[in-house]
C-alpha cells in the first residue's frame, strides 16, 4: 500500500513500512509460486492435462521436447530477473545522483514497480516447480499439458510486464515528469485548515514525544473520535517536523484519561518520507532544484521546472493561509490546533531554501521572481487575504535582493530589478 495522501496513525505507518518495499511483495512471490505450482499440477493430474491431450491442445509433438521448453524458460525467466535488477541498479544510482537519493522512496512506492520484481520472481519459482515435475521419457498422453500451457501464457506476460517495466523505469530518468508529479501532488491540500482564534487559557496537560524522529502522519479523524472531552488540543508538531524524545508533542486544555490512543494516532519515523506528504513533496521540489544548480551537475532548465511546479503549489494551497494573531486549526474540528500546518508553515521555510540556492542563478531567481508576480495577479482576482500578497511580494523582495548581490555582471543586475519592477507594475502599488 503506497501512501495516496498524509498517513493516518501509527498502524498505518506500520502497514506502509511493511509493504511499500522492495522485499515484501517478492517475498510473497516467493512462497506462493510453489503453493500454485502444485495446484497448477495437481489439476494436470487430475482432469485438465488429458482434456487439453484429447482436444490436440498442446504445445508439444513430441514427449522429450517437454524438458527442454522448461529448461529454456526456466533460464529466460532467470536472465529476465538479473536483467531488470541490472538496469534497476544502473537507473538508480544515475538518478540518485542528478535528483536526490530521496526520489528513490518515491519510486518504490510506485505500484507497478514492486508488481514487476513480484512477477519476475514469481515466474521463476513457478518454472522450477513445473520443471521438477517433468519426466523426459514420459510418452506424449502423460506430459504435463496444462501445466505447460500455464507455464508459457506466464512467460508471455512476464516478457510483456518487463517491457513496461523498463520503459518505466527509462521515463523515471526523465527529471520533468518527476518534478510534474511532485508538484500535483504538492498541490493537493492534505489536511483541511480554517484560522481559528487561538486558545487563550491555560494547557493543563503536555504529551511529549516518546522518542526521536520526523512526525510521518497524524490520524487527526481518531483524535477527534478519541478526545471528546478535552476542550481545545494543540498539535505542537506537523507532520515532516523533527521531535526529540521529550519535547511537546500535544498540549491539552484538560487533562486527558489515557494518552494510548492519541500515541497511537501521531507515527513518529526515523527518517523523512514520502507519506508526509505536502510538506515532503515541497521540500523535495527544492532539493531537486538545489541539486541541480549546483556546480557539479548545473542543470538550470531542471530548477526552472521546479520554481514553476512551486508556483503550482502555492496556488493550490491558497486557502491554506492564516493571517497573523490566528491559527490553523482543523476544519472538522476547530478546536484542534494545527500549528505550522497552514500555507506559510509548508512554503514558508522552502521558499527561503530555493532563494539560497536560486541567487547566484539569475535566468532562475528571475523566474521564480516571475511566478511570484504571477502568483500574486491570480491569488488577488480570487480575493485572498492581503497578508498573503504581502508574504509573496516579500519573498519576491528578498529573492532580488539576494540575487542582485549575488550577480556578477551589471546586465544581470539590471534584468533581476525589471523583474521585480515589472511584477510592481503589474499589481499597481508602490511596494
Given at each position: 500500500m503506497a501512501a495516496k495522501g498524509p498517513l493516518r496513525g501509527i498502524k498505518q505507518y506500520a502497514l506502509h513500512q511493511l509493504v511499500a518495499n522492495y522485499w515484501s511483495l517478492p517475498l510473497i512471490a516467493v512462497f506462493g509460486a510453489p503453493l500454485i505450482g502444485a495446484l497448477v499440477l495437481w489439476a494436470d493430474r487430475q482432469f485438465a492435462a488429458q482434456w487439453l491431450f484429447e482436444r490436440g491442445v498442446t504445445l508439444l509433438v513430441a514427449g522429450d521436447t517437454a524438458q527442454d521448453l522448461a529448461i529454456a524458460i526456466v533460464g529466460v525467466n532467470a536472465a529476465l530477473l538479473t536483467l531488470y535488477w541490472s538496469v534497476t541498479?544502473?537507473?538508480?544510482?544515475?538518478?540518485?545522483?542528478?535528483?536526490?537519493?530521496?526520489?528513490?522512496?518515491?519510486?518504490l512506492d510506485k505500484v507497478l514497480t514492486r508488481v514487476s520484481v513480484a512477477g519476475l520472481t514469481f515466474c521463476l519459482v513457478f518454472s522450477i516447480a513445473v520443471l521438477t515435475r517433468i519426466d523426459p521419457v514420459s510418452s506424449l498422453s502423460e506430459?504435463?499439458?496444462?501445466?505447460?500451457?500455464?507455464?508459457?501464457?506466464?512467460?508471455?506476460?512476464?516478457?510483456?510486464?518487463?517491457?513496461v517495466a523498463i520503459h518505466d523505469l527509462g521515463r523515471t530518468m526523465f527529471v520533468d515528469r518527476s518534478i510534474a508529479h511532485l508538484g500535483t501532488e504538492a498541490s493537493s491540500i492534505a489536511v483541511p485548515i480554517v484560522p481559528a482564534e487561538p486558545f487563550t487559557g491555560k494547557w493543563s496537560f503536555t504529551l511529549n514525544a516518546?522518542?526521536?524522529?520526523?512526525?510521518?502522519?497524524?490520524?487527526?479523524?481518531?483524535?477527534?473520535?478519541?478526545?471528546?472531552?478535552?476542550?481545545?488540543?494543540?498539535?505542537?508538531?506537523?507532520?515532516?517536523?523533527?521531535?526529540?524524545?521529550?519535547?511537546?508533542?500535544?498540549?491539552?486544555?484538560?487533562?486527558?484519561?489515557?494518552?494510548?490512543?492519541?500515541?497511537?494516532?501521531?507515527?513518529?519515523?526515523?527518517?523523512?518520507s514520502s507519506v508526509q506528504s505536502t510538506v515532503y513533496q515541497v521540500r523535495l521540489l527544492v532539493?531537486?532544484?538545489?541539486?541541480?544548480?549546483?556546480?557539479?551537475?548545473?542543470?538550470?532548465?531542471?530548477?526552472?521546472?521546479?520554481?514553476?511546479?512551486?508556483?503550482?503549489?502555492?496556488?493550490?494551497?491558497?486557502?491554506?493561509?492564516?493571517?497573523?494573531?490566528?491559527v490553523p486549526a482543523y476544519e472538522h474540528a476547530p478546536r484542534f490546533e494545527l500549528p505550522g500546518q497552514d500555507f506559510r508553515g509548508l512554503f514558508e521555510k522552502p521558499l527561503k531554501g530555493f532563494r539560497q540556492a536560486a541567487a547566484d542563478?539569475?535566468?532562475?531567481?528571475?523566474?521564480?521572481?516571475?511566478?511570484?508576480?504571477?502568483?500574486?495577479?491570480?491569488?488577488?482576482?480570487?480575493?485572498?487575504?492581503?497578508?498573503?500578497?504581502?508574504?509573496l511580494r516579500q519573498c519576491a523582495r528578498d529573492l532580488r535582493d539576494q540575487a542582485t548581490a549575488c550577480a556578477q555582471f551589471e546586465s544581470d543586475r539590471a534584468d533581476i530589478a525589471q523583474a521585480f519592477d515589472r511584477m510592481l507594475a503589474e499589481e499597481g502599488n508602490g511596494a
Open positions: 541498479l544502473i537507473v538508480l544510482t544515475l538518478a540518485t545522483g542528478n535528483l536526490g537519493v530521496r526520489l528513490v522512496d518515491r519510486w506430459l504435463p499439458h496444462f501445466a505447460l500451457a500455464v507455464l508459457f501464457a506466464l512467460e508471455l506476460v512476464n516478457i510483456a510486464m518487463l517491457g516518546p522518542r526521536e524522529g520526523y512526525v510521518e502522519g497524524i490520524d487527526l479523524a481518531r483524535l477527534c473520535k478519541r478526545l471528546g472531552s478535552e476542550g481545545h488540543v494543540r498539535l505542537c508538531a506537523a507532520p515532516g517536523q523533527h521531535v526529540l524524545m521529550g519535547e511537546p508533542l500535544v498540549r491539552f486544555e484538560h487533562e486527558p484519561e489515557t494518552t494510548k490512543p492519541v500515541l497511537r494516532a501521531i507515527a513518529i519515523g526515523d527518517y523523512r532539493e531537486v532544484a538545489a541539486r541541480a544548480l549546483s556546480p557539479g551537475i548545473n542543470d538550470f532548465y531542471t530548477a526552472l521546472a521546479c520554481a514553476d511546479q512551486l508556483a503550482a503549489a502555492m496556488a493550490g494551497h491558497a486557502r491554506t493561509w492564516v493571517d497573523d494573531g490566528l542563478y539569475p535566468s532562475v531567481s528571475i523566474r521564480m521572481i516571475e511566478n511570484y508576480c504571477r502568483l500574486c495577479a491570480l491569488l488577488e482576482a480570487r480575493n485572498c487575504p492581503e497578508g498573503m500578497l504581502a508574504f
